[in-house]
């Protein structure tokens, strides 16, 4: 049966899969992080109001038996040997009076007197047999805290998941962009997307077809938009996703119901972010200041610009003068810079907010590098899983580029191609009459693109 998740409860479920496992060395990330459990960010819509909750059929059910009364003293006292005091060696004094215990009927306390040259009775046979009994034990004590079981082996086994745990760690702070495998870079390859925060449509399948065409294209740089909470953690879990810096910690992205997010392999010197004064949406400039081959810094900006959101009471917030006048001021900041590529989904329409604000200096990559073809990004007729809605064919989104030390080579858009064995229903009136379509599902409203650039 599936499970309704909400974003805090999907940041458990990884844990509680990994408890039945091993429970030991996830008790405590468990403490950590029921915390953080308060509240959940409220889901995103395209005119920000609500969208249901996604409903994760491949996590597991929120009624995983986990009792955490059972398990709660071990995240404070993990299990640990208690360090035993040292048994003295008996005295010769402490041997006779043991020796003697056979005989307290015949006087004890005259046997505690006695000097240290006690008679072969007392000392030889039960002082010897107490010895050899008093060795026995203690070389069982000696044993026993050298045996595997008892020592080593718990011991040895937190030792190892702490030592994977911290060569897990510095295996990923390697990989995301900090190697020395970027210093002979030529070539840099960028991917704008905007992955649709519509949840309620096969979220994890569509996810899943996004993360495919990262590891096919590989790109060095990603700007998305349009990313939840709970598309953060299915990135987060991807295997592409160790590959990269992301310029959101895990905490920050829990906290809003949608943002940009950039993700770089290149060393990052910094990860910035400018909310737009103008915006009702929250929208903001996005910035990652990257090293391309040691030497040449390359800012990577992102953004999803004003979205038009008709609706009553006059219909026409269009939001055009907001979104002109968020391009040009991102156009002003990003001017300062030598090297910037500025790509998002733009929600540009030619006609109706004029020609796209490019000052000297600055070029539309896809203008310049497919000059015939129309670049339509958001298109309800080569999109089949939009079918039924209204026409709309948009170059929403885009790559405008300030080149100093590098020329464009190529763009390509991508995620065209529906996902294989999955389809949806759709419901469209028809004069009058309620028609449900069976329609296929693209891993995004938007098509993706991607860029590529050389130094020259």
């Not at 045996?147 to 060569?167: F, L, Q, W, Y």
């Not at 991807?238 to 959101?248: F, I, N, T, V």
């Not at 026409?316 to 002109?324: A, G, L």
Request: one cysteine or more; proline letters at 7%; glycine letters at 6%.
């Amino acid at each position: 049966m599936a499970t309704l998740f909400s974003p805090p409860a999907a940041r458990l479920a990884p844990l509680l899969r990994l408890h039945r496992l091993n429970p030991k060395p996830y008790l405590l990330r468990l403490h950590l992080l029921l915390p953080q459990m308060g509240r959940a960010a409220p889901s995103p819509h395209r005119a920000m109001s609500s969208v249901p909750s996604l409903r994760l059929s491949s996590w597991d059910s929120a009624d995983d038996p986990l009792d955490f009364s059972a398990v709660a003293g071990a995240v404070f006292f993990p299990l640990r040997r208690r360090a035993a005091k040292r048994n003295r060696a008996p005295s010769p004094e402490f041997v006779e009076v043991r020796a003697a215990a056979g005989k307290r009927a015949g006087g004890a306390a005259e046997g505690t007197k006695r000097k240290r040259a006690p008679s072969p009775d007392i000392v030889e046979v039960p002082a010897d047999a107490d010895r050899r009994v008093s060795g026995a034990a203690e070389g069982m004590r000696r044993k026993r805290s050298l045996s595997p079981e008892v020592v080593e082996v718990p011991a040895a086994a937190d030792k190892r998941a702490v030592g994977a745990a911290e060569g897990e760690a510095k295996a990923r702070a390697a990989k995301k962009g900090n190697s020395n495998s970027h210093l002979d870079k030529k070539t840099v390859k960028v991917m704008t997307y905007n992955v649709w925060f519509h949840e309620d449509l096969e979220l994890i399948r569509r996810m899943n077809a996004i993360g495919a065409l990262i590891q096919h294209h590989s790109p060095d740089l990603i700007g998305f938009q349009e990313v939840t909470p709970d598309i953060y953690l299915l990135f987060e879990k991807s295997d592409w996703w160790q590959a990269y810096k992301c310029s959101l910690s895990h905490e920050e992205a829990m906290e809003r119901p949608y943002y940009c997010m950039q993700m770089s392999k290149l060393p990052v010197e910094s990860f910035n972010c400018k909310p737009f004064s103008n915006s009702h949406m929250g929208r903001e400039l996005c910035t990652a200041d990257v090293i391309v081959g040691g030497l040449i810094k390359l800012v990577l900006a992102t953004s999803h610009l004003e979205s038009p959101c008709p609706g009553p009471p006059t219909w026409d917030q269009m939001f055009s003068k907001e979104r002109v006048a968020q391009a040009n001021e991102s156009l002003r900041i990003l001017g300062a810079f030598r090297n910037v590529i500025f790509c998002g989904d733009m929600n540009w329409d030619d006609k109706g907010d004029g020609p796209f604000p490019l000052p000297d200096g600055w070029i539309d990559a896809w203008a310049e590098l497919k000059p015939g073809e129309n670049g339509w990004t958001y298109d309800t007729k080569a999109n089949v899983m939009l079918s039924g809605n209204r026409k709309l064919q948009k170059r929403l989104d885009r790559f405008v580029c300030k080149l100093s030390d590098f020329k464009v080579d190529s763009i390509e858009m991508i995620g065209k191609e529906a996902i294989p064995g999955i389809t949806y229903i759709k419901e469209k009136k028809v004069r009058q009459e309620i028609r449900q379509l069976v329609l296929p599902v693209l891993p995004s409203d938007h098509f993706g693109l991607v860029l590529t650039i050389s130094s020259v």
